[in-house]
């Protein structure tokens, strides 16, 4: 059996907001009828909010059209979530103006396209392996529904 040790909800909250925020890319899972599929997409996120521009011709549309269960991982983060089919690109100014600032080459080329459409990714669970000479490998897990944080140690001197 693993050790748990209760962490700050908050703190790793704000860890996890921050992580997201400086990263502009992430591989995301989609699954449909037993075909599951991986691909990196552009990112922008707000708070743990994460949103990227696809089309809807994609295999990944498709099965997030009928599966809206993802998951992703952003470096060392790896999370489940769901997906929320949003509108086009140009009917939302705000997602507009911010891809545009941090995705400006991708939103000249796909932008403007008629299939053009938003995925907003709201995550439930995520972790974050981590390493310590003096901890061993271990998680940090943020369980977003349950609004629970915790570390759970794999090989250390706290394993029973």
């Not at 011709?57 to 059209?65: A, E, G, R, S, Y």
Request: glycine share 4%.
């Amino acid at each position: 059996m693993r050790d748990i040790e209760k962490l700050n909800f908050n703190e790793l909250e704000k860890e996890a907001i921050e992580f997201i925020t400086k990263n502009k890319f992430m591989a995301l899972s989609t699954c449909l009828e037993n075909h599951a599929t991986v691909r990196m997409v552009s990112i922008i996120s707000e708070d743990l909010d994460i949103y990227f521009m696809t089309l809807k011709t994609t295999v990944k549309f498709q099965q997030l059209k009928n599966n809206s269960s993802i998951t992703f991982c952003i470096g060392n983060m790896q999370a489940e979530g769901t997906a929320e089919i949003s509108c086009h690109p140009l009917e939302d100014t705000d997602f507009l103006e911010s891809y545009k600032r941090c995705h400006e080459n991708t939103f000249k080329i796909y932008g403007h396209l008629q299939d053009s459409i938003i995925i907003k990714i709201k995550p439930k669970f995520l972790s974050f392996w981590k390493y310590d000479d003096g901890l061993g490998a271990y998680k940090d897990c943020l369980d977003i529904v349950k609004q629970e944080a915790f570390r759970e140690f794999y090989n250390s001197k706290f394993m029973s």
